[in-house]
């Protein structure tokens, strides 16, 4: 199984609203953590990371809060935009098994839909 | 522009026919990674190389092929014994293996 997972695959809200996205993780040993948004039909794009040595960071109009208590992640977007509409996707640096070296593990994502 | 560009957009072969996915970056990144993403799923790592001439299977490796012959190409070549080639590809970069990732906008195959 995927060893980073969101709770909720679609997330629909109103233009001007907050947005939480939420993602699990279960790895401990990672020890960095990435945002990345996905317009339908393009690349993913960064949008925030943050390290394990930190609870929050905080970009323009992202903060992501990091709990490694419970192995958890999520991106709060203020002030949603039509233009925040795609689906958002978490990552984990996390070390394969049986190697040292380390490799991203994707979570399957999270549509967020803003209405107008 | 710095970037990462892949080519062709859309790509479209018979079945039993082997092709190649293009994928040239001039970020001066050593990293550089291949994933395959289908309808409503995560990325999922086929190839993957840190350095020049050398590269790592990833979690679906079987069915393709990769050369790393140039710090600036990664090329993808989709086998005829990939049974579902099908999907969307992305190709990455990145400064040291792991780290923030930048994407490129992504080779979408149809197989028939």
């Known amino acids: 199984g995927e060893s980073v997972g969101l709770h909720l695959p679609t997330l629909s809200v109103q233009e001007g609203d907050n947005s939480i996205i939420n993602c699990a993780y279960s790895n401990s040993a990672s020890d960095y953590f990435i945002w990345y948004k996905q317009e339908s039909g393009k690349g993913p794009q960064f949008i925030i990371d943050?390290?394990?040595?930190?609870d929050k960071r905080q970009g323009q109009r992202v903060t992501v809060l990091l709990n490694k208590t419970v192995k958890h992640l999520s991106l709060q977007i203020a002030a949603t935009q039509p233009g925040d509409s795609a689906v958002y996707f978490c990552a984990e640096n996390t070390p394969p098994d049986g190697g040292s070296n380390y490799k991203l593990t994707f979570g399957k994502g999270t549509l967020l839909t803003v209405n107008p | 522009d710095g970037g990462i560009t892949q080519s062709p957009k859309y790509l479209f072969r018979k079945e039993g026919q082997n092709v190649t996915l293009s994928c040239e970056q001039n970020?001066?990144?050593?990293?550089m990674y291949w994933y395959r993403q289908d309808p409503g799923q995560g990325l999922r790592l086929i190839y993957y190389?840190?350095?020049?001439?050398?590269?790592q299977k990833g979690d679906i490796a079987e069915g393709y092929s990769v050369s790393r012959e140039k710090k600036e190409s990664f090329p993808l070549t989709v086998t005829s014994a990939q049974k579902n080639p099908t999907a969307f590809y992305l190709c990455a970069s990145s400064i040291y293996p792991a780290y923030e990732q930048y994407f490129g906008p992504g080779t979408r195959l149809t197989v028939t």
């Open positions: 190389s840190q350095i020049v001439n050398d590269f």
């Open positions: 943050i390290r394990s040595n930190m």
């Open positions: 970020l001066n990144h050593d990293a």
